[in-house]
């Protein structure tokens, strides 16, 4: 398994723009599908986004069209930009690796490292 660290949480306004980063340990980060999940407060964890060792992408329709998800292999970093913020994204964003998968998961139960997590907090 790898070790995962998120980073580029905070506050910002609705409409504004966050960037997270997940730096994540381990010589093998190009084989690893990556995902990002978020938890609200009194709400269960939500997929968010995935991207599997070829690039290929997924998002949840509640984000499409304003969050981004990229790799670095060379930097063994994953990323989620979040563009058009709104109230409604305000959460704990976790960062998700899984070893070769068969497929891309969007769930859960897909993904066996996880990150601590970062705050998203979004005001009006």
């Known amino acids: 398994q790898v070790q995962l660290v998120e980073s580029g949480g905070g506050l910002v306004q609705a409409g504004g723009s966050l960037r997270l980063s997940c730096a994540a340990s381990g010589r093998t980060f190009s084989s690893y599908a990556l995902g990002w999940f978020r938890q609200a407060p009194e709400k269960e964890r939500e997929f968010v986004a995935a991207?599997?060792?070829?690039?290929?992408?997924t998002y949840a329709d509640s984000v499409k069209g304003r969050f981004t998800i990229s790799r670095d292999n060379a930097k063994n970093t994953v990323y989620l930009q979040m563009n058009s913020l709104k109230l409604e994204d305000t959460a704990v964003y976790y960062c998700a690796a899984t070893f070769r998968p068969l497929g891309l998961p969007t769930k859960s139960a897909g993904f066996n490292s996880w990150g601590q997590g970062t705050q998203v907090t979004v005001s009006s």
């Open positions: 991207i599997s060792a070829s690039g290929s992408l």
